[in-house]
T-cell receptor, first 115, second 118 residues
Framework: AQKITQTQPGMFVQEKEAVTLDCTYD???????LFWYKQPSSGEMIFLIY??????QNATEGRYSLNFQKARKSANLVISASQLGDSAMYFCAMREVYNTDKLIFGTGTRLQVFP | GAVVSQHPSWVICKSGTSVKIECRSL??????MFWYRQFPKQSLMLMAT?????????EQGVEKDKFLINHASLTLSTLTVTSAHPEDSSFYIC??????????????FGDGTRLSIL
């Protein structure tokens, strides 16, 4: 079964607008972490934001926020005030503490920001 | 922040050649390193996990004799693609986790190596 699901292969957003990238996950592990990474065309993986399974509040990092809905097992990334430099692939990932302790990635969403 | 260096960035070589890729943690001790493979327009697929001083644990379907992993020190892991063929062409990226890292710490990634086998 897919552990991490990203249903949006591609998204478009106009500059300065907000965009939400979807991510759902599947785990029976009570302790897990959810991560979002950005991968520009150059290939490097840039860590954006993290949410722990026990965190009560949604994580925020500058223009990035994570809409964590534990009951729905979703961890959507919200990018506010999009910039042209935000155009990239975005990957949702999960690390289960007890089950595998490995970082497993979703299939990614390609975000294109247009002027 | 923590830095992981991966070398080389690009490799182009003939079929049958063995290629070694290095992954170094520059400012922390990486007790665990991970090797991922990424085909164009696809996600990162975990190939293997290596802990310093012990044998790597390979994911199902990954040939351990084809992809040799060595993690001889707390700052260096190497991936050797032996007798590479065109189907081994891919983007290989390493990741490192430090001692005592928990789920609250992100894994740090190298910049990746683009391997092209002619």
């Amino acid at each position: 079964a897919q552990k991490i699901t990203q249903t949006q292969p591609g998204m478009f957003v106009q500059e300065k607008e907000a965009v939400t990238l979807d991510c759902t996950y599947d785990t029976s592990d009570p302790s897990y972490g959810l991560f979002w990474y950005k991968q520009p065309s150059s290939g490097e993986m840039i860590f954006l934001i993290y949410q722990g399974s026990y965190d009560q509040q949604n994580a925020t990092e500058g223009r990035y926020s994570l809409n964590f809905q534990k009951a729905r097992k979703s961890a959507n990334l919200v990018i506010s005030a999009s910039q042209l430099g935000d155009s990239a692939m975005y990957f949702c990932a999960m690390r289960e503490v007890y089950n595998t302790d490995k970082l497993i990635f979703g299939t990614g969403t390609r975000l294109q920001v247009f002027p | 922040g923590a830095v992981v260096s991966q070398h080389p960035s690009w490799v182009i070589c003939k079929s049958g050649t063995s290629v070694k890729i290095e992954c170094r943690s520059l400012d922390f001790q990486a007790t665990t390193m991970f090797w991922y493979r990424q085909f164009p327009k696809q996600s990162l697929m975990l190939m293997a996990t290596s802990n310093e001083g012990s044998k790597a644990t390979y994911e199902q379907g990954v040939e351990k004799d084809k992809f040799l992993i060595n993690h001889a020190s707390l700052t260096l892991s190497t991936l050797t693609v032996t007798s590479a063929h065109p189907e081994d062409s891919s983007f290989y990226i390493c990741s490192a986790r430090g001692r005592g890292s928990d789920i609250f710490q992100p894994q740090h990634f190298g910049d990746g190596t683009r391997l092209s086998i002619l």
